[in-house]
Each structure stands twice: as C-alpha cells, then as structure tokens.
C-alpha cells in the first residue's frame, strides 16, 4: 500500500503563486510516474502535469508556461509550482502516483480569485 499526503492548496488572487506537495509513503518501490491532476466543479479529471521514468515530463497545454512539477526522489515527493494563476485553474488538484497500482492522494483545493 502506498499513502499520499497532499498539501499547499488554498485561496489566491489571479496573478499569484501556490506550490503543492505530494509526498508518499508505505510500498514504494520503482515509481513509475507521478502527477497532478484537477477536477473543477461539473468538470471530468484532467491531467495537470505528470514526471514519469528518469524525470520526463509533460504538461497541459492551459499550464505550459506557469505550472513546474519536479519532484525529490530522496523524499518521495512531487511539487507542483503554480505560476500566473488564473481563475480557471480553480479545481480540486489530485496526487497521482504509479507503482504496481495507481495511487490518489485526497485532493486539495485550489481556488483562484479575479
């Protein structure tokens, strides 16, 4: 089993920065992947930002530009730095991470001011 603790969301006018935390523990071994996602209200889950392997990544196309992930593979924890915010980010923001199975953090809020 693997237990992800999601942190760092929260409220924020347009134009600032959220950083997220996404740190796993329990039965780690060889991660795969791991990501954000979000899901706004009357919306279907959308990939945010995703590292997979040795450190690829890859981005939606509404953040390229404003949203970094990275990740401490000492720590076994994914960040997601959130740039420029705009109230359409505003959306519950998901940990995913993949070993054998495919893990979720809790969500944590994001919701972006005008």
């Known amino acids: 089993q693997v237990q992800l603790v999601e942190s760092g969301g929260g409220l924020v006018q347009a134009g600032g920065s959220l950083r997220l935390s996404c740190a796993a523990s329990g039965s780690i071994f060889n991660i795969n992947a791991m990501g954000w996602y979000r899901q706004a209200p009357g919306k279907q889950r959308e990939l945010v930002a995703q590292?997979?392997?040795?450190?690829?990544?890859n981005y939606a196309d509404s953040v390229k530009g404003r949203f970094t992930i990275s990740r401490d593979n000492a720590k076994n924890t994914v960040y997601l730095q959130m740039n420029s915010l705009k109230p359409e980010d505003t959306a519950v923001y998901y940990c995913?991470?993949?070993?054998?199975?495919?893990?979720w953090g809790q969500g944590t809020q994001v919701t972006v001011s005008s």
């Open positions: 590292i997979t392997g040795p450190g690829r990544t």
């Open positions: 995913r991470v993949v070993v054998a199975n495919t893990y």
